[in-house]
């Protein structure tokens, strides 16, 4: 029988694709994710959801450097690790964003609603 050198094959392959596939994916989906937490948002909810969606863009930045780290230590190639490390970190920026710009929205629909609340119940009070 043959025998086959397995410690040569390139390694962490699996993960640069996978880090390139959830970059991919958590860029092409933020907006929809954002138009979900804000619809959660405006039903008395919270924005859980886009925090989330954050940690899996961070997760594709790490997968995609460790698997970068893999390829260049058993002489792999490294195209779909560069790709999803620029993606996650484009997904990354744009999460951020969103997530802030949502915390701000989540704060003045807290504020405005606190304030109609406290007006209505000063004219009930009033009105007794």
Known sequence: ?????????????????TGFVLSLVGLIFSSWIAAIAVVSIV????????????VLCIASIVLSVMGMSKLGKTGG???????GLVIGIVATIYSIILVLGLSVAAGAADSVGSDAMQDAMEEALQNR
């Not at 025998?3 to 640069?16: C, D, H, I, R």
């Not at 190639?77 to 560069?82: T, W, Y």
């Open 1 to 17: 029988m043959s025998e086959l050198n397995v410690s040569n094959a390139p390694q962490g392959k699996g993960l640069a694709v």
């Open 43 to 54: 039903a008395g909810g919270s924005a859980w959801l886009m925090y989330f969606w954050l």
């Open 77 to 83: 190639k490294k195209g779909l690790g560069v790709a």
